[in-house]
C-alpha cells in the first residue's frame, strides 16, 4: 500500500524530530540543561525592571570565551531603557524618541555580558565575566550569569505584560535550542540577614538544550590508546573531525605564514569582540594531522600492580587560536568507581543513575593547568590515574582497560574501533604480565 505525499511527509518530520531529540540527550548527564529565569521585580511607568539569570545545570559542559549571546523577539513593541551587568549588541531605529534615547529598540535584541573591571555602577552581582560559565559539576558558584534590564511599552500588571518569544542561546557557538518562556511560580527571595522573605511580581522561565549535532557536523575531539603490554599505538581515526575545506598549518611558523597570507599578522592574531581584544576564535586553525581534531585525547594503560593498575591521561590542544580555559575532560570506565588518587587534575564522581558510579569528571586545578594552552610546546595536559582492582572484573583482555566513552567540554569525542584496541601478546598471560608490571615498575623506581 502506497501512503500519500501529506502522509509521508509527516512521518518523515516526526522522524527527524525524534532523531534531534535523541541527539539532543545526554545519557551521562540526563537533567542537564541552561535555565533562563526572568524575575520582574518593580513596575516604572511604561514597563518593569526585571533581573535576568542563566543558571548552568549541565554537569561537565560549560560555556568558554567569548561568552554567551541570549537573544529574543519581543512580544509587543518593547523597549529595552537601560541594562546594568550586560549589554545589547545593537541600539537599533530608536528615531521615534526625541527626549531620552533607549539602550536598544531592536525587537530581537541580542545581549552579552560585560567584561570584568566595569565601573561598579554597571555591575551587579553574577555579572561580568565576559559571559563565561562554568560547568555546574565543575564550579557551582561560577555556574550562574546574571543581568538586570530595564524594559518600557511593555505593560505595568501581570495581565498586560507578555513574555518574549523565540529565545535563543549561543555558548558561544551554536547547539542550543531554547524553548518557549513559561510562567512559572514567582521567586521568593530571602534578605541579607535572613529573617525577611521578599517575593517576585512575576516569574517566567525558558529551558535551553545542547545537541552536539545541532553545533557541529564533525566531533571536536578523538581517542588515541596504548599500553605498557602491547608496542601498538592505536592513532585517532583518519579524519575523525573532518578533513574537507580544513586549512591546517604544520608548525608554529608555518601558521604565521598562513594566517599573514589570509590578513592576519601571526599566530596570535586578535580581533575585537564586543568592544574588547580578544584571541580569533571563530576560525580555528589547526596543526596538520591525519585525525584533524581540535583536541586529542590519549589513554594508556601504565602500571600494572598487584592491588592497583595505573592509566595516565593526555590532553593535547592541536589549534593554534584557541586556549581552553576552564576545561573539563569525562571518562566512562567500569572501574572508575573504584579511584585511589588522581595525581595531577581534580576529580569528582558523575553519578546519572542512582548507584551506578563509572564516569568521573576530571579539570585542571586552579591557577595551575586549568587552562589548555593553544597548540605548540605548551598545548597539552596530563594526569595519572590509580585505581583499585576488583578481582572478580579486572582483566587486561579485550580492551576492557580503555574507557567506553570520552567526552572533552562536553562534547563526546570519536573513538577508535573497538578491533583496533592494544591487545595481550598471546605468549603473555595475564598473570605474567601482572608480574613484569611489578619488575618494571620496581626498576623505574630505582632509577627515580
Not at 70 to 76: E, F, L, R
Not at 406 to 422: L, T
Amino acid at each position: 500500500m502506497e501512503l500519500p505525499h501529506a502522509a509521508l511527509a509527516l512521518i518523515v518530520a516526526a522522524a527527524a524530530t525524534l532523531s534531534v531529540a535523541a541527539v539532543a540527550y545526554d545519557p551521562l548527564d540526563p537533567n542537564g540543561n541552561i535555565t533562563i529565569k526572568w524575575d520582574v521585580l518593580s513596575w516604572t511607568p511604561d514597563g518593569y525592571v526585571a533581573t535576568v539569570t542563566i543558571n548552568n545545570f549541565q554537569t561537565y559542559r560549560q560555556i568558554m570565551a567569548p561568552g554567551w549571546t541570549v537573544g529574543w523577539t519581543w512580544a509587543k513593541r518593547e523597549v529595552i531603557w537601560s541594562m546594568v551587568g550586560a549589554q545589547a549588541t545593537e541600539q537599533g531605529d530608536c528615531s521615534k524618541f526625541k527626549a531620552n534615547l533607549p539602550h536598544s529598540c531592536k525587537r530581537t535584541p541580542a545581549v552579552v555580558d560585560l567584561l570584568p573591571g566595569v565601573p561598579y555602577n554597571q555591575q551587579i552581582a553574577n555579572c561580568c565575566r565576559g559571559g563565561v560559565v562554568s560547568a555546574y559539576g565543575q564550579d557551582p558558584s561560577g555556574a550562574v550569569s546574571s543581568f538586570q534590564v530595564s524594559v518600557g511599552q511593555a505593560g505595568t500588571t501581570n495581565r498586560t505584560v507578555k513574555v518574549p518569544k523565540n529565545f535563543t542561546l549561543l555558548g558561544p557557538g551554536p547547539g542550543y535550542t531554547c524553548g518557549p518562556a513559561k510562567v512559572v511560580p514567582s521567586t521568593v527571595f530571602l534578605t541579607a540577614d535572613h529573617r525577611r522573605k521578599t517575593q517576585a511580581l512575576m516569574t517566567w522561565n525558558v529551558t535551553c538544550t545542547y545537541s552536539q549535532h545541532l553545533a557541529s557536523k564533525y566531533p571536536t575531539c578523538c581517542v588515541s590508546f596504548s599500553s605498557f603490554y602491547n608496542d601498538t599505538i592505536v592513532p585517532c581515526a583518519k579524519c575523525a573531525c573532518g578533513c574537507e575545506h580544513k586549512t591546517c598549518a604544520r608548525s608554529e611558523p608555518d601558521s604565521k605564514r598562513l594566517m599573514s597570507a589570509s590578513g592576519k599578522s601571526s599566530a596570535h592574531a586578535v580581533t575585537a569582540v564586543r568592544g574588547h581584544v580578544n584571541r580569533q576564535s571563530a576560525a580555528p586553525l589547526l596543526q596538520c594531522t591525519t585525525h584533524m581534531c581540535p583536541v586529542r585525547v590519549h589513554w594508556h594503560v601504565k602500571l600494572n600492580y598487584h592491588d592497583y593498575w595505573r592509566a595516565k591521561v593526555t590532553v593535547t590542544n592541536f589549534n593554534y587560536r584557541t586556549n581552553y580555559t576552564g576545561w573539563t575532560l569525562v571518562a566512562q570506565h567500569p572501574n572508575l568507581d573504584n579511584i585511589t588518587e588522581v595525581f595531577s587534575f581534580d576529580y569528582k564522581p558523575v553519578v546519572s543513575y542512582g548507584s551506578i558510579n563509572d564516569t568521573a569528571l576530571f579539570y585542571g586545578m586552579k591557577f595551575f593547568n586549568d587552562q589548555l594552552m593553544e597548540a605548540g610546546p605548551y598545548g597539552n595536559v596530563q594526569s595519572e590515574v590509580l585505581m583499585r582492582k576488583d578481582a572478580s572484573t579486572f582483566t587486561f583482555r579485550q580492551g576492557w582497560a580503555f574507557p567506553r566513552k570520552i567526552y572533552f567540554n562536553g562534547d563526546e569525542c570519536r573513538m577508535p574501533p573497538p578491533d583496533s584496541y592494544p591487545y595481550l601478546p598471546n605468549s603473555a598471560p595475564a598473570s605474567l604480565v601482572s608480574s613484569a608490571s611489578v619488575v618494571v615498575a620496581f626498576l623505574v623506581l630505582l632509577m627515580a
